[in-house]
């Protein structure tokens, strides 16, 4: 059973530190910390792709998909917290191939943190039209896989790509974050949709196999 849950050529990216880095300071500073309760706090990596000198989605925006990740994943006792933010070109705005997607975290992956891509868009691969986020693996190196978020992306889009993160497939669970189906009259309030128990216990085992092998670490206290 679902449990309800309670309220949370390319140009590489830039470092956070610096004096022309003010923008991606507040960010960061905007990111919520890691939900009250978390036994396990995974630190995420934001790239952003900035256009005219700003970025595609604002710090609010930023700051809900951080908070419903957290809220969705309470009761598994993970947390999120964003550890750095960097900037991406405005070159990289638009991910209309599978080879964009490779080439967007190429340099750019990190063990040890979950990087998050936010772009201005993410065309569907598979058919015509856009979609809200992939979680996606470098076809050159599957051991570097990402996430890559539109800014047309639902709010909890975030959380939704993480639960792929830690190895959970769609599925059929009405209450489940997972569930793609758009059929609402079948399902449960959209502030109760959270993990199966059966997919609670996939995120577990795939939590202790990637931290034990320091693929991604608790953020330090």
Not at 124 to 152: F, M
Not at 176 to 202: G, T, Y
């Amino acid at each position: 059973m679902v449990a309800s849950w309670a309220a949370v050529a390319l140009v590489p990216s830039e470092a956070m530190a610096g004096p022309k880095k003010g923008p991606l300071l507040k960010l960061k500073e905007a990111m919520p910390p890691c939900a009250e309760g978390a036994e396990h706090c995974f630190g995420v990596r934001l790239h952003v792709v900035f256009k005219r000198k700003k970025p595609v989605v604002s710090a609010k925006w930023l700051a809900r998909q951080m908070n419903e990740a957290n809220a969705r994943f309470a009761d598994t006792k993970i947390g999120f917290e964003v550890v750095d933010v960097r900037r991406v070109h405005a070159g990289m705005e638009v991910m209309r191939t599978r080879k964009d997607r490779d080439r967007l975290g190429q340099g750019r992956f990190k063990r040890g943190v979950i990087d998050v891509f936010v772009v201005g868009q993410l065309d569907n691969v598979d058919a015509p039209g856009e979609i809200n986020g992939v979680h996606w693996r470098n076809r050159d190196n599957r051991q570097q896989r990402w996430i890559i978020l539109s800014k047309i992306a639902w709010h909890v889009t975030l959380a939704h790509e993480l639960g792929h993160f830690f190895g959970l497939p769609h599925s059929d669970y009405p209450g489940s974050i997972m569930n793609k189906s758009r059929k609402r009259d079948e399902r449960p309030p959209e502030d109760e949709w959270a993990f199966h128990d059966d997919e609670e216990a996939i995120i577990e085992k795939r939590r202790l196999r990637m931290t034990r092998s320091g693929y991604i670490k608790p953020v330090e206290p």
